[in-house]
């Protein structure tokens, strides 16, 4: 029995999808093509469920991609406002150590907390800091050269992170459940297509031409045909030696000088 959509597997398939789709359109067009031989051997509705599946996956798989690229920029985002946000606190520290305040004022202002852009909850915990003491101590805006502008930075900036957080975490939790639509339908091809391999080599056993385009039907990931190598052609082999000096030619011998006259 064909496993129903709802028990179908959401793992990743072994073939590329692009792949899924062209065996199923060559599974249910084979299936079209001999429905007295194939029907009767095959699941009820596996036909209908077929043509479905393959119409979907022009939805389903690219739905996927742009829900985990939605994600990845949703997380971009994010992080540019965590970002900003840090190089508001950062200033604002600065101004506190700058002006030599005492360490426990420090120490209020989440100053020696390492900000990271991966560790959001400290973020939160320093901005809170810098909150709670700027409202228990509305002295230390002038002390430490804070104008509203600041703080209305700072406010701006948190409610940016928060917002950002929210979409990131929204887009992440919807890019599984794409990603599972679309295993699950190109899976449900492939179960499909075996289910139509098995009934039309088992329907035509006896006529080897029609039996093996259903035998030709594969599941497994395409395999790479080995290229013919050209035998290598034996290099041309290079005299390396260092080339030796002309050798020069032999002297003449000087001709002897004639002997004096007598």
């Known amino acids: 029995m064909a496993p129903t959509p709802s028990v179908m597997k959401t793992t990743y398939p072994r073939r590329d999808f692009a792949g899924i789709t062209q065996v199923g359109l060559t599974a249910l067009g084979l299936a079209q093509a001999h429905p007295a031989e194939l029907d ?6 596996l036909l209908t469920g077929l043509g479905a599946d393959l119409a979907a996956m022009g939805v389903v798989v690219p739905g996927a991609a742009q829900a985990h690229a939605s994600a990845r920029l949703a997380t971009e985002e994010r992080d540019a406002a965590v970002v900003r946000t840090i190089a ?4 604002m520290r600065q101004a506190v150590r ?3 305040a005492p360490a426990e004022v420090q120490h209020a202002y989440g100053v020696g907390k390492t900000l990271d852009k991966r560790r959001l909850t400290v973020l939160r915990g ?7 003491r700027l409202g228990a101590h509305p002295e230390d805006i002038a002390a430490f050269g804070f104008v509203q502008a600041d703080i209305d930075a700072l406010t701006a900036r948190k409610a940016d992170v928060e917002v950002a957080s929210t979409a990131q975490q929204q887009k992440r939790a919807g890019a599984p459940s794409t990603t599972k639509e679309r295993n699950r339908t190109a899976n449900r091809i492939l179960a499909a297509v075996k289910r139509i391999r098995g009934a039309g080599v088992l329907a035509f056993a006896t006529d080897p031409v029609v039996r093996d385009e259903f035998a030709a039907l594969r599941l497994g990931p395409r395999t790479k045909s080995a290229k013919a190598k050209t035998p ?12 030796q000096p002309a050798t020069p030619p032999e002297p003449v011998p000087a001709t002897p000088p004639a002997p004096p006259a007598p």
């Open 40 to 45: 009767p051997r095959l699941p009820a509705g």
């Open 232 to 243: 290598a052609q034996p290099a041309t082999p290079t005299n390396t030696a260092s080339p």
């Open 88 to 91: 508001c606190v950062g200033a």
């Open 98 to 100: 700058d002006a030599d």
């Open 126 to 132: 320093v901005v809170g800091l810098i909150f709670d």
